[in-house]
Every structure is written in structure tokens, then in C-alpha cells.
């Protein structure tokens, strides 16, 4: 049995097919289970690392955040760091079927793929996921410059500076 999902098919569609495979006790159907769960990831980060190529696999997108870790950030850093969630993706990614033909993927893997993926997809709809735009030399440029202000503002005296424990002192004093 094979799973038929278009490229463009959307993450929720993906997961439920992927869902209804890996809890199907066919084992036959267990690498397609996986590589539908994969399919799903690949199909959201997508629209924010890679909007312009819709058949960029995840292998790619990890490359993308490997190249230029500077442009990817998470919205809420408090509650996980994109740096430990990119390495879980990786091991997902590398243990994908067509990865090692040899050894065969069984359904408890593809019930722990699926679960990543899921776990994913929620952190996208809870708006973990951001791609920063890249500047463009102007705006670079202008940032540059915005920098090199502040530093000869800051060694001049004319901005206000206060110890880091004073700080931490106030911080404190509200908690």
C-alpha cells in the first residue's frame, strides 16, 4: 500500500494520513506512515524557509538553518530554543526510509515520527517558528550605522549607562 499525497497537500491533511497509517497495525504501510509525517513537516516550514520552492525536501530546509542560523529565531525562547528543536528534526530526517534501505521502518517508529511531526506543527500553530527576512545592503548599511551612533554615544557619555547589578537589583526588587 502506498499513500497518495500531492506535493501542495496541506500539513493537516498530511498528518491525518499519516495518523491513520501508522495506527492501521499493517506494517507494510509503516515507512509510508513515516515518510508522510516527514512530508508534513517539510510542507510547513515551507511557507517561511523556502516559500519560493515547494518541492524543497527537509534535508534542504535543515541545510537552510545550518547556512544561516542567524535568520531563524523563535518567538517564544522561553519555552524551547530552535537550536534543540532543529537536531530532532535532523535525527527524523536521517532515520527516513529511503535513508537506509537495509533496515526496514516498523510502526512503532513511524507512531514516534508522527508524533514529531505533530509536535511540530504545533509549535507552528502556536507561532514558535520565524524566518527573519535578509537584510538588503541598504538596510545594512542604515543598521550599521545606527550601531556605530549608539557606540559613540556610549563612549562620549551622552547615553545614560548603569551598572549590570543595579539592574539586577531592580529586577529583583519587582519579583
Known amino acids: 500500500m502506498t499513500i497518495d499525497h500531492p506535493v501542495d497537500a496541506p500539513p493537516a491533511e498530511l498528518l491525518r494520513l499519516a495518523r491513520e497509517a501508522a495506527w492501521s497495525d499493517d ?96 509549535l507552528f500553530d502556536l507561532g514558535f517558528f520565524e524566518l527573519l527576512d535578509e537584510l538588503t545592503p541598504e538596510e545594512e548599511a542604515h543598521d550599521q550605522a545606527l550601531a556605530e551612533q549608539r557606540s559613540n554615544e556610549y563612549q562620549s557619555g551622552q547615553m545614560e549607562t548603569r551598572p549590570f547589578e543595579e539592574y539586577d537589583r531592580e529586577r529583583a526588587a519587582r519579583a
Not at 508534513?40 to 524557509?49: G, H, K, P
Open 27 to 122: 506494517e507494510s504501510v509503516a515507512a509510508d506512515a513515516y515518510d508522510c509525517a516527514i512530508r508534513a513537516v517539510e510542507q510547513a516550514f515551507r511557507q517561511i524557509a523556502t516559500p519560493d520552492n515547494p518541492t524543497d525536501d527537509l534535508g534542504v530546509i535543515l541545510t537552510h538553518w545550518e547556512d544561516r542560523p542567524d535568520l531563524w529565531c523563535e518567538r517564544h525562547s522561553r519555552v524551547a530554543d530552535i537550536d534543540t528543536v532543529m537536531p530532532v528534526l535532523a535525527n527524523l530526517w536521517e532515520g527516513r526510509p529511503e535513508a537506509d534501505k537495509a533496515f526496514p521502518v516498523f510502526l512503532e517508529e513511524a507512531r514516534i515520527a508522527l508524533a514529531i511531526s505533530e509536535w511540530i506543527l504545533k
